[in-house]
């Protein structure tokens, strides 16, 4: 599971649950091994990979957010979701999210049709960095290295 920050203080996250295998999701749980920093308040809201909203039930509990999948069987939810949620935290940084605080689990059924237990897929770990945002920073870094480089050799200093 990926995640980003809707927002500047990160009081509003988006999750992007990608499970490897093709897989329908019925439940998520995510939850905060440090609730002073990051305490759920609510569900914001749950999408699929085509960007339509999602029915799900949330229970917000100590320290994290129960998501469960309010459609039948036949309208299991595919991957990626993105789910985003509310936190009461203030002021926090994207950096903040993968620090290992932030941990997921779910089950997730291999097709649509089936739902029974030989046919479940469970899944779970820590929040990870979304890719592009590691992209553009080593974009950005490498840029400001290559700047620096261009300075160094246009104005050489007195000891060259």
Not at 27 to 42: E, K, P, R, Y
Not at 88 to 94: E, G, K, R
Not at 132 to 137: K, Q
Request: some cysteine.
């Amino acid at each position: 599971m990926t995640a980003f920050c809707v927002d500047v203080n990160c009081t509003t996250v988006t999750f992007v649950l990608n499970i490897e295998t093709q897989a329908y999701v019925q439940s998520v749980d995510i939850f905060s091994l440090n609730t002073g920093v990051w305490a759920f308040t609510s569900l914001v809201s749950v999408k699929d990979s085509n960007g339509n909203s999602r029915t799900w039930n949330s229970t917000v509990g100590a320290g994290g957010i129960k998501i469960q999948l309010n459609e039948t069987s036949a309208q299991l939810a595919s991957e990626p979701l993105f789910i985003t949620v509310a936190f009461a935290n203030q002021a926090q940084t994207a950096a903040g999210l993968f620090n290992g605080d932030l941990v997921f689990s779910g089950l997730a059924y291999g097709d649509s049709v089936s739902t029974l237990p030989s046919n479940q897929i469970s899944f779970g770990g820590t929040v990870t960095p979304e890719p592009i945002s590691i992209a553009l920073l080593g974009t950005g870094l490498a840029g400001l290295a290559g700047v620096g480089a261009r300075r160094r050799k246009r104005f050489p200093t007195e000891s060259e």
